[in-house]
Nanobody
Framework: QVQLVESGGGLVQAGGSLRLSCAAS????????MAWFRQAPGKDREFVAG????????YVVASVKGRFTISRDNAQNTLYLHMNTLKPEDTAVYYC??????????????WGQGTQVTVSS
């Protein structure tokens, strides 16, 4: 199994930036595809970005494309989400997740506890 702990959330003004981190421990980090999800109040959790085991392939959803970048450092067992030009609608709890499947799978088995991101207008 892998354990995941997110950090880096906070309160930021619209147009600002944040970098979320997800520290992994347990089994070898590089064997997992990784992703970021988010859940806004009253809404379902949604996929935001995914990355392959090596980091060579990534995908971000259209609503954040050009503003968010997902990356990973397998030597440091850490996943990142770089968020720029933040908007109030980006306000949500952000979760990192791991799977031993392809990174665009719907089956993510391991989850962190989440970190709150609040964007003020």
């Amino acid at each position: 199994q892998v354990q995941l702990v997110e950090s880096g959330g906070g309160l930021v003004q619209a147009g600002g930036s944040l970098r979320l981190s997800c520290a992994a421990s347990g089994r070898t980090f590089s064997r997992y595809s990784m992703a970021w999800f988010r859940q806004a109040p009253g809404k379902d959790r949604e996929f935001v970005a995914g990355i392959s085991r090596s980091g060579s392939s990534t995908y971000v959803v259209a609503s954040v494309k050009g503003r968010f970048t997902i990356s990973r450092d397998n030597a440091q067992n850490t996943l990142y989400l770089h968020m720029n030009t933040l908007k109030p609608e980006d306000t949500a709890v952000y979760y990192c997740a791991a799977t031993d499947d392809y990174f665009l799978t719907s089956r993510y088995d391991y989850w962190g506890q989440g970190t709150q991101v609040t964007v003020s207008s």
